[in-house]
């Protein structure tokens, strides 16, 4: 496929100006090809990435696409404090292998981040917050207790553990959620009636404001992220059936310490 025209039609399903005020998205490094045979997803790209994609057979690779921006700020900013992402900048150039991001863009529009995650929590009547249009709030299917719900939710979005603040209803029924590190956006949920928030990396400040507040707050990793992987590669493949997706999903949630 023309390359021109993949990145246009992705460009048309989520737009740059849908991103975040200040967000880094698009293409990250090199130049693009004529043609795009052959894509990597990642949700990050980094050197465990690099070692898979230097030991694929089949040919080369034509783009990596990745969900967190691969350069966050100017070359010379990043480069100044991270050699490491300088090394591996240079050594991707040199395969001629270009680095794109979609970030915020892909998490606000129409069947990317926000909507995927809604989705596989099997929440009936998804739709934008009013007050946060990137996250999603919906419905569940029947009423369930909140230890309960946890649990499914973090089964249903593929980890391992997560952080219950038990502060609100005994028993949830509306949800709403933003992937990743959208913590602070509770009160937008809250405000909006939703009976349960759910997003990741959650500081103490705001763990105490929703505590306060009582309100009930899942916090999940920020890996619950990963169905980007998955999602792209549908999305990839509506546009071009004959579009070699490879997905690289190498990153796993911290080990939980318990102790007894």
Do not use: W
Not at 29 to 38: M, P, Q, V
Not at 73 to 93: A, H, N
Not at 183 to 194: D, H, I, K, T
Not at 240 to 251: G, K, M, P, Q, R
Request: proline share 4%; glycine share 8%; charged share 30%.
């Amino acid at each position: 496929m023309k390359t021109k025209a993949l990145v246009r039609k992705l460009a048309t399903r989520f737009p740059k100006r849908i991103a975040e005020p200040g967000d880094r998205v698009g293409l990250m490094t090199g130049k693009f090809k004529e043609k795009t045979k052959r894509i990597v997803v990642c949700l990050d790209f980094d050197e465990e990435v690099m070692r898979h994609i230097e030991a694929l057979d089949g040919g080369p690779v034509d783009l990596i696409l990745t969900h967190h921006p691969f350069l966050y700020r100017s070359r010379y900013q990043v480069f100044k404090k991270d050699e490491i992402k300088r090394r591996l900048t240079e050594k991707v150039d040199a395969l001629g292998i270009p680095v794109y991001s979609m970030h915020t863009n892909f998490d606000s529009g129409k069947d990317g981040m926000n909507d995927a995650l809604a989705s596989a929590l099997n929440l009936c009547d998804i739709r934008r917050l009013e007050s946060m249009p990137m996250a999603r709030g919906g419905r569940l299917a029947q009423k369930m207790p909140i230890k309960q719900f946890a649990e499914v939710a973090a089964r249903l979005l593929n980890v391992p553990y997560g952080l219950l603040i038990n502060a609100g209803k005994e028993m949830v029924e509306t949800v709403a959620i933003i992937g990743g590190g959208g913590s602070s956006y509770y009160q937008n949920a809250l405000n909006e009636g939703y009976d349960i928030f759910i997003s990741g990396d959650a500081p103490h400040h705001v763990r105490r404001d929703i505590v306060l507040r009582e309100y009930n707050y899942l916090d999940l990793p920020h890996e619950i992220e990963r169905i980007f992987i998955s999602q792209m590669g549908k999305i990839l493949k509506e546009i071009d059936a004959d579009l070699e997706v490879i997905a690289i999903n190498h990153e796993e949630t911290p080990e939980v310490i318990i102790v007894s």
